[in-house]
């Protein structure tokens, strides 16, 4: 079964411009998450879908969005960027128990 | 509100030494908590689990985790570590539909 993937892995964009980041979960499960890593925060929740919808959302400026489509991809847009949304960014999908999630190789994204 | 901490931000421990990495909980009923390794450059790789039963849970590549309420800690164990053991370890704890972490403790392990 292949696992969570991330596309691309790494990217480099100036302050002001705006980014698309994907995830393709495992096969089956419905559920994706996006998590922001970084050497100051940590790990932090950024929003979860579920079949399309957005069920819980984590304390980011509204400059940070995604969507969920009907094979379960998910995207995260980051707009109007700036030098502090440096990160890596990580996708999560979870089981159907919801008990587990297992996460892809993240994106870095550099902002200069 | 549910937490995890994680008290070291470096472990060293020798080759062949067992090997223990802390985490502490702060949460309203029972805990859902996790133990997860990050490599260089890579995303999270899940190690084991606490949802209920029995307090020491045994995960992947022989490491173990002793859920203990009295203390309200889910300390990760290994009896002998590897150099390949060296990486980022995070404990977290499930909120509803998200995984909260703990801030993360480097674990060197040297030869």
């Known amino acids: 079964k292949a696992g969570v993937t991330q596309t691309p892995r790494y990217l480099i964009k100036t302050r002001g411009q705006q980014v698309t980041l994907s995830c393709s979960p495992i096969s089956g499960h419905r559920s994706v998450s996006w998590y922001q890593q970084t050497p100051g925060q940590g790990l932090q929740f950024l929003f979860e879908y579920f079949s399309e919808t957005q069920r819980n959302k984590g304390n980011f400026p509204g400059r940070f969005s995604g969507r969920q489509f009907s094979n379960s991809r998910s995207e995260m847009n980051v707009s109007t960027l700036e030098l502090g949304d440096s990160a890596l960014y990580l996708c999560a999908s979870s089981s159907p128990s919801y008990n587990e999630q297992f996460f892809g190789p993240g994106t870095r994204l550099t902002v200069l | 509100a549910q937490s995890v901490a994680q008290p070291e931000d470096q472990v060293n421990v020798a080759e062949g030494n067992p090997l223990t990495v802390k985490c502490t909980y702060s949460v309203s009923g029972n805990p859902y908590l996790f133990w997860y390794v990050q490599y260089p450059n890579r995303g999270l790789q899940f190690l084991l689990k606490y949802i209920t039963g029995d307090n020491l849970v045994k995960g992947s590549y022989g490491f173990e985790a002793e859920f203990n309420k009295s203390q309200t800690s889910f300390h990760l164990k290994k009896p002998s570590a590897l150099v390949s053991d060296s990486a980022l370890y995070f404990c977290?704890?499930?909120?509803?539909?998200?995984?909260?972490f703990g801030a993360g403790t480097i674990l060197r392990v040297k030869s």
């Open positions: 977290a704890v499930q909120r509803g539909n998200k995984l909260v």
